[in-house]
T-cell receptor
Framework: NAGVTQTPKFRVLKTGQSMTLLCAQD?????MYWYRQDPGMGLRLIHY???????AKGEVPDGYNVSRLKKQNFLLGLESAAPSQTSVYFC??????????????FGSGTQLSVL | GESVGLHLPTLSVQEGDNSIINCAYS??????FIWYKQESGKGPQFIID?????DKRQGQRVTVLLNKTVKHLSLQIAATQPGDSAVYFC??????????????FGKGTKLSVIP
């Protein structure tokens, strides 16, 4: 069972470069999320999607863009990377929204370093 | 804003002993609480959840206690095993208006099991 798959697992960027993180889920979940995890900060929501073709801002959306062209995929883009975006990024999905009693399924994360 | 916090950032426990991980929350409107386990290099995994109308919920070797009077949540792990070594996060779910909810994660407690 694949669950939630993130690619790549590691990436090093120079300041100003762009990149896209890919998240794919095979559980037919409607809801997908992108979080970042920083030491001592816990998980913070960047953007989320409640269904194909929809996206919404989370707690820390600045500097990121997302797209949900297909139900199973949720892309996170950095147009001009900054050192402050050095973090571990996690994608998650759920069959119901966070308001319902439903657990999130997380990917294994992407370690991004911006030099 | 409201936030979820943890009393102890690190916890070392002898194998076979019981572990107790604590979490304080400040939003009395939160109606749902979740504990996640994150092993090194992996994404968070759901452990157990509890609704605000409950005081206690038990799973396999784990028990979550909720004290709404003092806004305190705890995770008890019975007969702690080396495989329990991980970072544990509590999260609270709060209705944020207009039909949307917000899941707020704590900063995490690292549990180390001594063989």
């Amino acid at each position: 069972n694949a669950g939630v798959t993130q690619t790549p697992k590691f990436r090093v960027l120079k300041t100003g470069q762009s990149m896209t993180l890919l998240c794919a889920q095979d559980m037919n979940h409607e809801y997908m999320y992108w979080y970042r995890q920083d030491p001592g900060m816990g998980l913070r929501l960047i953007h989320y999607s409640v269904g194909e073709g929809t996206t919404a801002k989370g707690e820390v959306p600045d500097g990121y863009n997302v797209s949900r062209l297909k139900k199973q995929n949720f892309l996170l883009g950095l147009e001009s990377a900054a050192p402050s975006q050095t973090s571990v990024y996690f994608c998650a999905s759920s069959s119901l929204g966070q308001g319902a009693v439903e657990k999130l399924f997380f990917g294994s994360g992407t370690q991004l370093s911006v030099l | 804003g409201e936030s979820v916090g943890l009393h102890l950032p690190t916890l070392s426990v002898q194998e076979g002993d019981n572990s107790i991980i604590n979490c304080a929350y400040s939003n009395s409107a939160s109606d749902y609480f979740i504990w996640y386990k994150q092993e090194s290099g992996k994404g968070p995994q759901f452990i157990i959840d509890i609704r605000s109308n409950m005081d206690k919920r038990q799973g396999q070797r784990v028990t979550v206690l909720l004290n709404k009077t003092v806004k305190h949540l705890s995770l008890q792990i019975a007969a702690t095993q080396p495989g329990d070594s991980a970072v544990y996060f509590c999260a609270e779910n709060t209705y944020s208006g207009a039909g949307s909810y917000q899941l707020t994660f704590g900063k995490g407690t690292k549990l180390s099991v001594i063989p």
